[in-house]
């Protein structure tokens, strides 16, 4: 199964047989690839009702949730790591979301878009226009992107909530790059967070 960029690069980074909770889990694509090469314990939540029943339907388990209300009821310290794909942006409550990642698991691994890269800023200098590309593919008008937010930004957040940032993996057009301004160069961006303890 060959999976989305960042989805791929999670995956590098996920240890064989740990326990997973992967919020915004969409059909389970991730989900049944580390469970079928990297044997993990993994649990899903997901929004979409559609989403939901294709990836029950793999076998997987996976509840119909919002991250933004649900994660409050799961326990501390429940799984190795929480995952959030591509989500962190849609988020009403982004802090919140992340701080209940790190509670209910020891680290935390987020792939975001990054509205900073080079095309979505040529885009929109000289058009004028909301950027559309292939990590942003929706206009403004349809995308559930509400919180925009740049790989610098993303760090600061990470800062602010008092997290360390162990890995980072920058993307673009799904493969990583060594950019020495990731930045303005990455389209996507991964990363591990730890909590200090």
């Not at 059909?27 to 979409?48: M, P, S």
């Not at 326990?75 to 990642?101: E, K, N, Y």
């Not at 997290?163 to 303005?184: D, F, M, Q, Y």
Request: hydrophobic share 50%; net charge negative; aromatic share 6%.
């Amino acid at each position: 199964m060959t999976l989305r960029g960042d989805l791929a690069a999670i995956a590098d980074l996920v240890q064989p047989g740990i326990r997973v909770l992967d919020i915004g889990c969409g059909d389970g694509a991730l989900l049944a690839a580390l469970r079928t090469d990297k044997a993990i314990d993994g649990r899903g939540i997901e929004l979409d009702g559609r989403n939901v029943a294709a990836a029950v339907a793999r076998g997987l388990p996976v509840v119909q949730g919002d991250a933004d209300a649900d994660l409050a009821d799961y326990p501390s310290d429940a799984f190795d790591v929480a995952i959030l794909s591509d989500t962190l942006q849609a988020m009403r409550d982004p802090a919140g979301v992340v701080r209940d990642m790190v509670r209910i698991a020891r680290k935390a691994i987020v792939s975001l878009p990054n509205f900073g890269h080079w095309q979505a800023r040529w885009h929109l200098l000289t058009t004028g226009r909301m950027p559309v590309t292939a990590a942003l593919p929706a206009p403004w008008y349809t995308t559930p992107n509400i919180h925009l937010c740049t790989i610098a930004d993303f760090c600061a957040f990470a800062r602010h909530l008092g997290l360390t940032i162990e890995t980072t993996v920058h993307l673009h057009g799904g493969r990583a790059t060594g950019s020495l301004w990731p930045n303005l160069f990455a389209d996507q961006a991964v990363f591990i967070l730890a909590r200090h303890d």
